[in-house]
């Protein structure tokens, strides 16, 4: 199945996109080479073959919910170069930004 440069920029215009001649071109092209493949995926006799919907063993692999002690504050704040009330510091990036 042909997909046209004209369906191309229907669909880019929907998309609110815009391309160029030579990439709607190019875009065409490569949508009839995927829309040809998919079609050629119909051609294939699935009869009787059970729909596989994962090819992974395991349907849920989850480990246990424990809680567990973290690092102590200090630990973690001591290489932070400035710090308020267990905050780390860093500068403004907006103009009206301070200490607040």
Do not use: C, W
């Amino acid at each position: 199945m042909k997909i046209s440069e004209e369906e191309v920029r229907h669909v880019a215009k929907l998309s609110k996109l815009s391309f160029t001649d030579q990439e709607t071109s190019e875009f065409a092209q490569s949508l009839t080479k995927i829309v040809d493949m998919v079609e050629l995926l119909n051609e294939v006799d699935t009869e009787g073959i059970p729909v596989t919907t994962t090819m992974a063993d395991r349907k849920n692999v989850m480990r246990e919910d424990v809680a567990v002690a973290g690092q102590p504050r200090e630990e973690l704040f001591k290489n932070v170069p400035e710090e308020k009330d267990y905050f780390i510091k860093v500068p403004a990036i907006f103009e009206e930004g301070g200490d607040a």
